[in-house]
Nanobody
Framework: QVQLVESGGGLVQAGGSLRLSCAASGTILSINVMGWYRQAPGKQRELVAAITSSGSTNYADSVKGRFAISRDNAKNTVRLQMNSLKPEDTAVYYC?????????????????WGQGTQVTVSS
């Protein structure tokens, strides 16, 4: 059983910074892509940033130059440093990982999600 546990959300004023962290645990063989998604009220969940095991990154246009994603492959963790936050960044942020893990019988690849962490940016 793989679990993704997020931390680091909260309330911040516009222009401030927050750092989100996510740790994957379980009988993990490897993790391909790790990423962060967000969902604001009444909107669809959207990709914020993603990073491959080799360090290649991808960002939503709305966060380029303000957010930075990083990961520690040895610790199965991913972080999202969010700077110059705007009220429109307010959302629930979800960690996502493409994990190859042991399910009791075989190693299988599967997409996992964290429980979500609230980020609120006040104007």
């Amino acid at each position: 059983q793989v679990q993704l546990v997020e931390s680091g959300g909260g309330l911040v004023q516009a222009g401030g910074s927050l750092r989100l962290s996510c740790a994957a645990s379980g009988t993990i063989l490897s993790i391909n892509v790790m990423g962060w998604y967000r969902q604001a009220p009444g909107k669809q969940r959207e990709l914020v940033a993603a990073i491959t095991s080799s360090g290649s990154t991808n960002y939503a246009d709305s966060v380029k130059g303000r957010f930075a994603i990083s990961r520690d492959n040895a610790k199965n963790t991913v972080r999202l440093q969010m700077n110059s936050l705007k009220p429109e960044d307010t959302a629930v942020y979800y960690c996502n990982a493409d994990v190859r893990a042991y399910d009791g019988n075989y190693f299988r690849s599967k997409d996992y999600w964290g429980q979500g962490t609230q980020v609120t940016v006040s104007s």
